[in-house]
């Protein structure tokens, strides 16, 4: 067993584990933050996909102690501090992006990233970059509408 | 059913009070409130204290004898505490049977006994204190197989001295009959042209992204287990698991909490609850097991097949008889065995005037993997070949594609419509649904475009499929091949409505949320009986067997916008009238003046006079039995059964499978690259008939997913198999679904023509694109390929296919300049 330590959500956590514990287990089994997904166990899907200092990353493929020091952003952390909905929350909600859901943190946490790293995303572009996010309900035309939508609430909210 | 009935029906439907606010209004779903947080609460976020885990050892052959087995190491290990192998579970346990099929093997356990059919299948059970440790200890079991002979595809399976899936049963055909309406020969007779041709299937299927979980535990106390599972089927899944494993069900309490997609991909988990709920009762601890990826795409699909088509037609384009002949490798999964192909019923006819009729069909075992009911079941190939079949007829016959289908298409007048079979197509206008679809997609602009472009060497082309998408089973059919008395037929729900000691309104339809809406869909429907706001409903998004339910509870075939919200909707009224009789005895008001509005008893129409609230009368329901009126019953709890009363009972002759009828046109717009031979949808276009539609939005968002699960299985999806039975697409970098990149926009529009033998009217709406897009998007390929004189008789269309068609054609020739 080793300690790591790494910061969650604004949040430091330290927690014993096998060396060979997945991030996505820790986060889930250790820290029981339940939001971050496993869909295929072989980094196809995005599920799981989490901000790592900013970047999105799988956390199906990372070991726990791989993370020692990150900063970390799970979809617990989106939530702004007053309990309101952030943008990638509002816009998919406003727009139904989601069916059953399982996929969505995987998704919001990809927004997150593009919004703040390429506003001019065109439709096509954001189809693109969403690649490696499977939803196996809605077909993705609500999903994409909603990442236009975060888009532009992300610009304006910038002006 | 006779038209006469079907209008009694609405005339009994009629006269229910409902007045509609908030249905057909596209309020957001309250279930994204939890999901946008990440606290929707799957089974895998359920933990017991003491929580062990499992893990399945799984065959690596498709065919073998298990010679040994030998656990010792894998047992060493600390931290395993139980270890099944089939030779606990032959002798705990009963083997499953068959539900359709004629021939029941007596040797299919829970695990593997003595001998492997398929590769995936489970051969050992761990459990252990964590996950890891559990996988370790897979690892460490020694199986020593004695490999058999492969049986991987029909004709093999059917050979006089084949090798035999099931050897107590003397054949691998379990199944064969043959069914005939009207007079076959003589239309054949009569007929200008027969229109011949094989199409074939390939395995594919629904993968939900959250895979099977199952999470055990065994109360001594109670004698009771109490099981979380993803099951669609939680009511049959009970009495399953009592007859396999011998706990009573009374004494097993399953509780589906919401689940991350079903498609029903999550129909066959019940031997899984039956494994981990024998594991919990052995080892005294809670065990939870959830599927591996790799584990979900080793099995569990839709079947592959073929079926010969042979269509009678008049030189002008009207279709006399149709003779199908079906031929389904099953796998080796007795239990659902044939419903592929009895399914096919439902939508046979397509949307066509087809009164001569012949169907049969085989269900073949191999080695194949299991198949469960995947969206759609038999209906997605069933429309696929009668749609192709249309194309394939105008252009033998030299006609249009759309005047050939305009030609044959059942006249709105003749709606009800009895098919020839006995299903009765209860609504829908197919002809205007077409002419919308045209305008929709600007079919004739689309032509123009395609011509121009044609000229400047580029392949594009124009798909159309007209399909039906029928839902609520009647599910006695199963029995039409089975002499004994169904465990199940008909359709119907069980649902339980209360206003809470609090005074709010709860309701539990008690069926899985698989994510198609149900919560949000009921609270509209149960707001407008009882004069709240959506908001203001509280809906139960998980199924709990302790609760009010009939045996067949779940959430398939298309049904929840049946006899669910039929149940709902019953035990809402009863429940509004008991309120109003307990409001008028204590308020001694007459019970006609009374209404209820925001959350109170009111009467006067204008001004809504507020006389006593859900709360005050829940105070008094629940514990002023003094004050209560005698003639009432205290409580405000109301458990209601719905059954649609259109499913008929069986007889060959007349039967109908599925009891409404949706149906959709798609029009898809392709183009292919010659460089890669790619595909490109450029537009899609689908016009949609599910009914009334309570919630525009969920509809909208289902016909769309649906419809790029459907252009998965046209254009991507495949699970491919060596000579031996080895499964070669385990991962999604092998077995490819649409993402952003491939997924079209889609354009829909709604039509509603509402279903008279529903309570609001509604109709089905989860399957319809996967049923439609088959052959819309095989037919827009094979349209860009018409220089190259290509037939598509199979999905799905890859761009390996495309280019093994067309390597040989002038046109290929006459563009690469004789380069290959």
New interface residues.
């Given amino acids: 067993m080793v300690t790591v330590s790494m910061k969650v959500n604004g949040k430091n956590y330290s927690g014993e584990v096998e060396p060979r514990t997945l991030l996505v287990h820790f986060i889930r089994d250790n820290l029981k933050l339940k939001g971050t997904h496993i869909g295929c166990d072989t980094a196809h899907c995005g599920a799981c996909t989490i901000l790592w200092n900013g970047e999105p990353v799988k956390s199906c493929q990372i070991l726990a102690v791989q993370a020692e020091g990150a900063d970390l952003t799970t979809v617990e952390g989106l939530e702004l501090e007053d309990g309101k909905y952030s943008i990638e929350q509002e816009s998919f909600r406003e727009h139904s992006a989601m069916q059953c859901g399982y996929c969505t943190p995987g998704f919001l946490m990809m927004t997150r990233y593009l919004i703040r790293n390429n506003p001019e995303m065109t439709r096509d572009e954001i189809r693109e970059q969403l690649h490696g996010n499977y939803c196996m309900c809605t077909g993705y035309q609500q999903i994409v509408d909603a990442v236009q939508d975060a888009q532009r609430k992300f610009i304006k909210s910038r002006k | 059913m006779s038209k006469l009935s079907t209008q009694e029906q609405v005339t009994a439907h009629s006269e229910s009070s409902f007045s509609a606010k908030n249905v057909g209004k596209g309020v ?2 309250f ?12 089974a ?2 359920i933990e017991f204290a003491d929580q062990h885990y499992a893990a399945v050892l799984s065959s690596p052959y498709a065919h073998a004898k298990i010679v040994r087995i030998d656990v010792s190491k894998a047992l060493q290990v600390p931290g395993v505490i139980l270890i099944l192998t089939g030779k606990e579970i032959k002798s705990l346990t009963n083997p499953m049977s068959s539900r359709a099929a004629t021939k029941s093997p007596t040797s299919h356990y829970i695990l593997a006994v003595d001998k492997v059919r398929f590769m995936g299948e489970p051969v050992a059970l761990v459990v252990a204190k964590s ?2 440790i559990a996988a370790d200890a897979v690892s460490l079991i020694e199986v020593e197989y004695e490999p058999l002979p492969v049986v991987s595809s029909i004709e093999e399976a059917l050979k006089k001295d084949a090798p035999l899936i099931y050897p107590e049963l003397g054949s691998n055909e379990l199944i064969f009959d043959h069914f005939e309406f009207g007079d076959v020969n003589k239309a054949f007779k009569e007929a200008d042209k027969i229109v011949k041709q094989r199409l074939k299937i390939q395995r594919y299927g ?6 099977w979980n199952v999470n055990a535990y065994f109360d001594k106390t109670r004698e009771e287990l109490l099981v979380y599972a993803t099951d669609q089927q939680p009511g049959r899944t009970v009495q399953s698991v009592e007859r396999t494993i011998k706990i009573p069900a009374s004494k097993i309490r399953l509780i589906v909490p ?6 029903g991909n999550k129909l066959a988990i019940w031997h899984f609850v039956a494994l981990m709920g024998l594991a919990a009762k052995l080892c005294g601890k809670p065990v939870k097991w ?1 599927q ?3 584990e979900n795409l080793y099995a569990f699909h839709r079947p592959r097949g073929f079926m010969d088509a042979e269509f009678a037609m008049r030189k002008d384009g009207k279709i006399l008889g149709v003779k199908l002949s079906d031929w389904q490798a099953d796998g080796n999964w007795p239990y659902v065995a044939a419903l592929y192909s009895l399914i096919k019923f439902a939508n046979m006819s397509g949307v066509y005037e087809i009164r001569n009729l012949s169907f049969e069909y085989r269900s073949v075992a191999t080695n194949d993997p299991p198949i469960v009911q995947d969206r759609g079941v038999g209906k997605p190939f069933m429309s696929f070949v009668i749609e192709r079949m249309m194309d394939i007829a105008a252009d033998e016959l030299k006609l249009d594609k759309i005047a050939i289908r305009q030609k044959n298409l059942i006249p709105t007048e003749k709606m009800p419509y009895t098919t020839a079979s006995g299903e009765v197509y209860e609504s829908g206008n197919y002809p205007e649904t077409l002419r919308r679809a045209l305008r929709l997609s600007d079919y004739n602009l689309k032509r123009e475009e395609q011509a121009r472009l044609r000229k400047e060497g580029r392949y594009i082309g124009i798909g159309l499929a007209e399909g039906i998408e029928p839902g609520t089973s009647n599910l006695g059919y199963y029995f039409l091949s089975k002499a004994d008395q169904p465990d199940y037929n008909g359709a119907g729900q069980m649902s339980t409505v209360e206003i809470a000691p609090d005074g709010v309104v709860k309701v539990n339809m008690n069926g899985p949320e ?4 149900h919560v949000t869909t009921i609270a509209q429907v149960v707001s407008d009986v009882f004069g709240l706001e959506p908001s203001e409903i509280v809906v139960d998004a998980s199924f709990d067997s302790t609760l009010g339910h009939l045996t067949y509870a779940g959430t398939y075939s298309n049904a929840f916008n049946d006899v669910y919200i039929g149940a709902v909707l019953k035990a809402s009224e009863q429940l509004k009238n008991k309120v109003l009789s307990i409001a008028s005895s204590v308020l001694k008001e007459p019970k006609e003046s009374l209404f209820l509005k925001e959350g109170y008893v009111c009467k006067n129409i204008q001004t809504a006079e507020k006389l006593l609230s859900f709360k005050e009368l829940a105070k008094i329901s629940y514990g002023r039995l003094l004050s209560f009126p005698k003639d009432q019953e205290p409580g405000l709890k109301v458990v209601a059964a719905y059954v649609n009363p259109t499913a008929k009972p069986f007889v060959r002759s007349d039967f109908n499978v599925q009891l409404t009828h949706s149906n959709s046109v798609h029009v898809c717009y392709v183009e292919v690259i010659p460089e890669n031979w790619n595909v490109k949808i450029l537009d899609y276009s689908i016009v949609h008939d599910a009914g009334k539609v309570i919630n525009p ?2 509809v909208e ?2 016909a ?6 459907g252009i998965g299985g046209a254009m991507y999806e495949e699970f491919v198999f060596d000579e031996q039975g080895i499964n070669l697409s385990l ?3 092998d077995y490819l ?1 649409p ?3 491939e ?1 079209p ?2 354009r829909i529009e709604m039509m509603e023509s509402p279903a008279p033998n529903t309570v609001l009217g509604t109709k089905a709406v989860g399957e319809g ?1 996967a049923i439609t897009s088959l052959a819309a998007v095989a037919g827009a390929i094979e349209d860009a390929l018409k220089p190259f004189n290509v037939r598509i008789t199979e999905l799905p269309v890859t761009p390996e296919k495309i280019w093994n068609w067309i390597k040989q054609s002038n046109e290929f020739k006459r563009i690469s300049g004789g380069v290959r």
């Fill in positions: 957001l779903r279930e994204d409130l939890k999901i946008i947080k990440g606290i929707r609460g799957y895998d976020d996950k890891y629904s993968t939900p992204l959250e895979t919401p689940v991350g997609g079903g498609f959830v591996t990826r790799m698989i994510g198609t809406g939005i969920i968002g289902l769309i997913g649906s419809t790029v699960s991962t999604f970098g679904k993402t952003a990149m997924a926009e889609l694109g």
